[in-house]
C-alpha cells in the first residue's frame, strides 16, 4: 500500500512540472500585436518581442508613396526583421528610420533589396546579404551608422546611388565582380571607410562615389575604369599617392579636391580631360 500511494503522489508531482513548465512557456511566449498583408502574396506579423516576420512567395509591394508600409505605425516597437524563404524582394521603403531596428534574417530567396528599404536604421548591425541578391536600390543603407560590415555577394549586379551613404561605420568594403560602376555617393560621408576592393570590368567611379572619406588609404583603381567623375575622392584626406590607369580618359571637376595628403599622383597617356581643381590640396 505504501508503494501504491508513493507512485500516486510521485505521479501527480510529475505532472504538475509539467502542467507548471506549460504554463511558464505560454507565459513568455511573445503575443502577435499586428498584422496584415504587404503584397498579393505575402503577409507580416508583428509580435510582442518586436520581430516582424514576413511570409509567403514573390515579391512585397512597394512603398514609396501612399499607401507608407502598414507597420508604420509600429515602427519604434520593430527590433529585428525576419524574411522567410519565398519572399523574393524588399521592397521599396519597407523599413525607413526604424530607429531600433538592430538586426534582420534574410533568406535565400531574395533577389532585391528595394530602395530606402533600411535607410536611416541608426541602430542597424552587421548585415549578411544572401548570395541570391542581385540588386540593391538607392539609398538602400544610408544612414545605417551602426552597421560595420555588410556581405555583397557575387551575383550583385545593381548597386544604386546612395546605397551606402553616410554609413559611418563601415571600414572596409570589396565589391563583387558583377558590378560594373561605382554609382554615385555610394561611400560618400563614409567616414570610417579605411580601403575598398573595386573589381576589374568597373567602367567608371560616380561623382562623389567616395567624397569625405576622410580616412581612406586603400584603394586601387582598376584598368577597366575609363571615367573618374566630378568630386569623385574629394576630402579624401588620408589619401598619399594615386595611380590612375591606363584606358581613364576623363578626369572631372574637383575629383581628387581637398586630398591634403595626397603627394604622388600617376597619370596614363590616355588622359585627355583633365576638369578644373582635380589636385589641389587645399584645407577646408
Same mark, same amino acid.
Given at each position: 500500500?505504501?508503494?501504491?500511494?508513493?507512485?500516486?503522489?510521485?505521479?501527480?508531482?510529475?505532472?504538475?512540472?509539467?502542467?507548471?513548465?506549460?504554463?511558464?512557456?505560454?507565459?513568455?511566449?511573445?503575443?502577435?500585436?499586428?498584422?496584415? +498583408?504587404?503584397?498579393?502574396?505575402? !503577409?507580416?506579423?508583428?509580435?510582442?518581442?518586436?520581430?516582424?516576420?514576413?511570409?509567403?512567395?514573390?515579391?512585397?509591394?512597394?512603398?514609396?508613396?501612399?499607401?507608407?508600409?502598414?507597420?508604420?505605425?509600429?515602427?519604434?516597437?520593430?527590433?529585428?526583421?525576419?524574411?522567410?524563404?519565398?519572399?523574393?524582394?524588399?521592397?521599396?521603403?519597407?523599413?525607413?528610420?526604424?530607429?531600433?531596428?538592430?538586426?534582420?534574417?534574410?533568406?535565400?530567396?531574395? +533577389?532585391?533589396?528595394?530602395?530606402?528599404?533600411?535607410?536611416?536604421?541608426? !541602430?542597424?548591425?552587421?548585415?549578411?546579404?544572401?548570395?541570391?541578391?542581385?540588386?540593391?536600390?538607392?539609398?538602400?543603407?544610408?544612414?545605417?551608422?551602426?552597421?560595420?560590415?555588410?556581405?555583397?555577394?557575387?551575383? @550583385?549586379?545593381?548597386?544604386?546611388?546612395?546605397? $551606402?551613404?553616410?554609413?559611418?561605420? @563601415?571600414?572596409?568594403?570589396?565589391?563583387?565582380?558583377?558590378?560594373?560602376?561605382?554609382?554615385?555617393?555610394?561611400?560618400?560621408?563614409?567616414?570610417?571607410?579605411?580601403?575598398? +576592393?573595386?573589381?576589374?570590368?568597373?567602367?567608371?567611379?560616380?561623382?562623389? !562615389?567616395?567624397?569625405?572619406?576622410?580616412?581612406?588609404?586603400?584603394?586601387?583603381?582598376?584598368?577597366?575604369?575609363?571615367?573618374?567623375?566630378?568630386?569623385? $575622392?574629394?576630402?579624401?584626406?588620408?589619401?598619399?599617392?594615386?595611380?590612375?590607369?591606363?584606358?581613364?580618359?576623363? @578626369?572631372?571637376?574637383?575629383?581628387?579636391?581637398?586630398?591634403?595628403?595626397?603627394?604622388?599622383?600617376?597619370?596614363?597617356?590616355?588622359?585627355?580631360?583633365?576638369?578644373?581643381?582635380?589636385?589641389?590640396?587645399?584645407?577646408?
Amino acid at each position: 500500500m505504501k508503494t501504491r500511494g508513493l507512485r500516486r503522489m510521485l505521479l501527480a508531482a510529475l505532472l504538475l512540472g509539467a502542467l507548471t513548465c506549460v504554463l511558464a512557456t505560454g507565459a513568455f511566449a511573445a503575443d502577435t500585436i499586428a498584422s496584415g +498583408t504587404c503584397g498579393e502574396h505575402t !503577409a507580416w506579423t508583428l509580435d510582442s518581442d518586436g520581430v516582424l516576420t514576413v511570409t509567403g512567395t514573390g515579391e512585397m509591394n512597394c512603398f514609396m508613396m501612399s499607401p507608407h508600409a502598414p507597420w508604420e505605425e509600429e515602427s519604434d516597437k520593430i527590433r529585428s526583421v525576419v524574411i522567410e524563404d519565398g519572399v523574393t524582394s524588399i521592397g521599396k521603403s519597407a523599413f525607413p528610420d526604424c530607429k531600433n531596428l538592430t538586426s534582420v534574417t534574410l533568406p535565400d530567396s531574395l +533577389t532585391v533589396v528595394g530602395r530606402y528599404a533600411f535607410a536611416n536604421c541608426g !541602430a542597424l548591425g552587421d548585415v549578411i546579404l544572401p548570395d541570391s541578391v542581385t540588386s540593391i536600390g538607392e539609398h538602400a543603407f544610408e544612414s545605417c551608422v551602426s552597421m560595420k560590415k555588410i556581405h555583397l555577394p557575387e551575383k @550583385l549586379t545593381d548597386l544604386g546611388n546612395n546605397a $551606402f551613404q553616410n554609413c559611418t561605420g @563601415l571600414t572596409n568594403m570589396v565589391l563583387p565582380a558583377g558590378v560594373t560602376d561605382i554609382a554615385a555617393r555610394l561611400f560618400d560621408r563614409c567616414t570610417a571607410l579605411r580601403s575598398v +576592393t573595386i573589381p576589374d570590368g568597373v567602367g567608371s567611379i560616380g561623382e562623389y !562615389a567616395f567624397s569625405g572619406c576622410g580616412v581612406l588609404t586603400n584603394v586601387t583603381i582598376p584598368g577597366s575604369v575609363t571615367r573618374i567623375e566630378q568630386s569623385a $575622392f574629394v576630402k579624401c584626406h588620408a589619401l598619399t599617392s594615386m595611380v590612375i590607369p591606363e584606358g581613364v580618359g576623363e @578626369l572631372r571637376n574637383n575629383a581628387f579636391y581637398a586630398c591634403t595628403g595626397l603627394t604622388k599622383v600617376t597619370l596614363p597617356e590616355s588622359l585627355y580631360f583633365i576638369g578644373q581643381y582635380a589636385f589641389p590640396t587645399a584645407r577646408d
